[in-house]
């Protein structure tokens, strides 16, 4: 059996990792500044968050959710304390997809609706309903079009309003900061005035936070920025440092039910051993100063690069545009510079998405690399 051929890959197997660095088997070292579409948030192989899994899979992995688990409850209890959103519900399950899918359900019982607004560029998974409110045809199959969802612009609050007028919105989902679609986001007015207009004509605002929460964006989520209260936030990628899992933090207004969610392995004992230790690290090691610290550093440095058109993003979710392709770039990066980056939906940005505990060192490292890959290129089109 082979493996179904949907991942276009580089050359590059890595074999093991620790902190920033992802060492391949040949012994390469790679500064990795995408950590894995941004899912690596306190380093690679955190010694305390190797400890944790290991002694929690030495006492049980797993077992389901028809008993009690005391680390979900201790798990829900902290990240209420480090998020300071103390004043939600967890309900935990696998991934980035399955959160968006039970949020906008969540959303419909709620308000007994259907139709869904998200907005141009979005991306919200590939399940079913969290694909259908991702704007990106060539995802979407035939079977995804039972969904009804509207795709507004980002920052247009007069056709948003146009649109919840009509009554029949069960739901608004939003990225804080875009991931896939570019780094673009909706500005501070635009997002108090969404929450404002969800609130008037009773519709549940689902902020997507699976990318630029969890302290990536100096806040430990995003929307923080701009000092709103969504219904529910939907959290992944960087909650377990790589161990699958995720989850919807429900405003403690909606009510729960016996059966209304449910998952075989949402919340298992290694997933909350691997989401504790994480809590604890970024809260012991401070890593959201961190993200601040070098973020700013970053933001001084990039703008040594006179190639680069603009800077988007917050924290250490940014984006680096120029006006022609970064394919090359980002090859040039890997092969010859031994640093990862990552693309996004728009050919000419450039992802960064490094570990929270990235030092400002290695962003050095990254710009001097930058400037070298910059100046073959140039030299090479100049020739052209």
């Given at each position: ?49 190797v ?6 899979v030495?006492?049980?992995g797993?077992?389901?959710n ?23 519900n ?20 709620e ?8 907005f ?13 409110a ?21 920052n ?6 146009k ?16 991931g896939v679609?570019g780094?673009?986001?909706?500005s501070k ?44 936030i ?9 161990f ?22 949402g ?29 700013e ?30 394919s ?10 031994g ?5 996004s ?11 929270l505990?990235?030092?400002k ?20 089109e100049?020739?052209?």
């Amino acid at each position: 059996m082979e493996l179904f051929d949907v991942y276009p890959l580089y050359d590059v197997t890595p074999e093991k990792a620790k902190g920033c660095y992802v060492y391949d088997d040949k012994g390469k070292k790679y500064l990795d500044l995408y950590g894995g579409h941004g899912v690596i948030s306190i380093g690679h192989t955190h010694k305390d968050y190797v400890a944790a899994l290991t002694e929690q899979v030495q006492k049980m992995g797993f077992y389901s959710n028809s008993i009690k688990n005391p680390l979900q409850e201790a798990f829900a209890k902290k990240l209420g304390l480090v998020s300071e959103c103390e004043d939600y519900n967890l309900f935990l399950c696998n991934s980035g997809a399955e959160a968006n899918e039970n949020a906008l359900k969540m959303a419909s019982f709620e308000t007994g609706k259907r139709k869904v607004i998200a907005f141009e560029k979005a991306f919200h998974g590939r399940t079913s309903a969290a694909v259908a409110a991702t704007d990106n045809k060539k995802i979407n199959a035939p079977l995804n079009s039972q969904h009804e969802v509207v795709f507004l612009p980002l920052n247009d609050a007069e056709l948003l309003e146009k649109e919840l007028a009509k009554n029949d919105v069960a739901a608004v989902i939003i990225e804080g900061i875009q991931g896939v679609g570019g780094l673009d986001e909706g500005s501070k007015q635009f997002f108090q005035t969404l929450e404002g207009l969800c609130k008037q004509y009773g519709v549940i605002l689902i902020l997507d936070e699976i990318q630029s929460g969890y302290g990536r964006s100096g806040r430990f989520f995003s929307f923080q920025h701009h000092g709103i209260h969504p219904d529910i936030i939907s959290i992944a990628k960087g909650m377990g440092n790589g161990f699958p899992i995720g989850g919807i933090l429900i405003s403690n207004t909606v009510k729960a039910s016996y059966g209304l969610l449910g998952t075989t392995f949402g919340g298992n004992h290694l997933a909350c051993a691997a989401g504790l230790s994480v809590l604890n690290v970024i809260e012991k090691e401070k890593l959201m100063e961190n993200v601040n610290s070098v973020s700013e550093h970053f933001l001084q440095r990039i703008n040594e690069i006179e190639e680069i058109k603009a800077i988007k993003g917050k924290g250490l979710m940014l984006g680096v545009s120029f006006d022609f392709p970064v394919s090359e770039i980002r090859k040039s990066l890997i092969f010859e510079e031994g640093i990862f980056t990552g693309g996004s939906a728009d050919p000419n940005l450039l992802r960064i998405l490094p570990p929270l505990s990235v030092t400002k060192q290695e962003i050095d490292s990254f710009i001097d690399a930058l400037k070298k890959v910059l100046s073959k290129v140039t030299h090479i089109e100049n020739r052209i």
